[in-house]
């Protein structure tokens, strides 16, 4: 597996890494902790080095996974993890207050059977603690070895400048994919300018782009996906075009619809990192291939040109949970 750097801190992961939430939350019910655990290794030993978890995954049930799953070759790995939410309960509301911070990263380091968090991210901003508080914090937290490189989830421009302004970010966390391309705009030029990584999650579009879903999908009460407007029949119904056009695409150069949305993303900058999560390892092994497609400036080009011919419909979010992101 390749190697990426994130941002202008050093901090150097696989090309793809894998993102955990979907074996604990999420996604419905936790995977069996064993599978969970041979899946991570699994990762591994095929060249994935770039883990993310988070206290809310559980809570704190992720994090106790992937440190059982990884420390048998900690030196080798990068961990994130994330603080922000009331007692680590994303329904309980934001709480980034820098006793709590603190809080979350001596239970997270025993959870994660470490004595260093690689990335530790806020995983929303808290409106109520001022941004120079909690990279304040942070700050103190690597300088006593306890975390190593500060990161930011979902934040706007305004709180990753205030943020850096303190202590450097070295990855933001956000969506972006063939379907969500709002960080264009504003936030991938920032970041270029700034020295600071990108890792995309969602990068598959919660397993849209992937050509596996319908229009006649249905999600259960546990999966995230039944509350997405993104994800309603007509929406769905209406994106199909999307997953066509990248489904012949991927025909044409003989690798699947999931690694050409992949590899669109590691052609955007070479400071992305997508984290692609799964449950089932045929679909890590298709995950990780993506990161061996390589889209010609013609491939590229035919994409953004079909992509252009394609409206996607709903929003990724609904209005309670689209009002925490982008502060």
């Known amino acids: 597996m390749q190697k990426r750097t994130l941002g202008n801190t050093g901090l150097k992961v696989s090309a793809i890494g894998l993102g955990c939430m979907g074996l604990s939350y999420g996604y419905g019910p936790a995977t069996d902790r064993q599978k969970a655990i041979d899946l991570i290794r699994a990762a591994y030993e095929?060249?994935?080095?770039?883990?993310?978890?988070?206290?809310?995954?559980?809570?704190?049930?992720?994090?106790?996974?992937?440190?059982?799953?990884?420390?048998?070759?900690?030196?080798?790995?990068?961990?994130?993890?994330?603080?922000?939410?009331?007692?680590?309960?994303?329904?309980?509301?934001?709480?980034?207050?820098?006793?709590?911070?603190?809080?979350?990263?001596?239970?997270?380091?025993?959870?994660?059977?470490?004595d260093?968090?690689?990335?530790?991210?806020?995983?929303?901003?808290?409106?109520?603690?001022?941004?120079?508080?909690?990279?304040?914090?942070?700050?103190?937290?690597?300088?006593?070895?306890?975390?190593?490189?500060?990161?930011?989830?979902?934040?706007?421009?305004?709180?990753?400048?205030?943020?850096?302004?303190?202590q450097p970010v070295a990855a933001l966390q956000s969506e972006y994919s063939l379907w969500w391309r709002e960080p264009?705009?504003?936030?991938?030029?920032?970041?270029?300018?700034?020295?600071?990584?990108?890792?995309?999650?969602?990068?598959?579009?919660?397993?849209?782009?992937t050509g596996t879903i319908d229009a006649n999908a249905t999600f259960g009460d546990k999966d995230f996906r039944h509350i997405v407007p993104r994800f309603s029949a007509e929406a769905l119904k209406a994106n199909q075009s999307l997953v066509v056009l990248i489904g012949e695409i991927a025909r044409e150069k003989g690798v699947t619809p999931a690694q050409i949305a992949l590899a669109w993303l590691l052609a955007q900058r070479p400071w992305i990192v997508p984290i692609p999560g799964t449950t089932k390892l045929h679909r890590l092994e298709e995950n990780l291939g993506a990161a061996n497609v390589e889209l010609t400036g013609d491939d590229r080009t035919r994409i953004e040109r079909a992509l252009a011919t394609v409206e996607v419909q709903g929003e990724r979010y609904p209005a309670s949970l689209q009002a925490r992101v982008g502060r």
Do not use: C, W
């Not at 060249?47 to 559980?58: P, Q, R, S």
């Not at 990335?119 to 103190?140: N, T």
């Open 46 to 114: 095929r060249g994935v080095t770039f883990f993310d978890t988070a206290e809310a995954y559980g809570p704190g049930l992720n994090e106790e996974v992937v440190g059982e799953a990884l420390e048998p070759f900690r030196d080798q790995v990068v961990i994130a993890t994330k603080f922000g939410f009331k007692n680590g309960v994303p329904d309980e509301g934001l709480d980034s207050r820098p006793e709590r911070i603190r809080q979350v990263a001596d239970e997270a380091l025993k959870r994660l059977r470490t």
């Open 116 to 166: 260093h968090i690689d990335l530790f991210y806020q995983h929303r901003v808290d409106p109520d603690v001022p941004m120079e508080d909690v990279a304040g914090v942070v700050k103190e937290l690597i300088r006593e070895g306890k975390v190593h490189h500060f990161g930011l989830s979902e934040a706007g421009a305004d709180s990753i400048r205030r943020a850096h302004a303190v």
């Open 184 to 209: 264009e705009a504003e936030i991938l030029p920032l970041l270029e300018e700034l020295g600071i990584g990108f890792v995309p999650f969602s990068p598959l579009g919660k397993g849209f782009l």
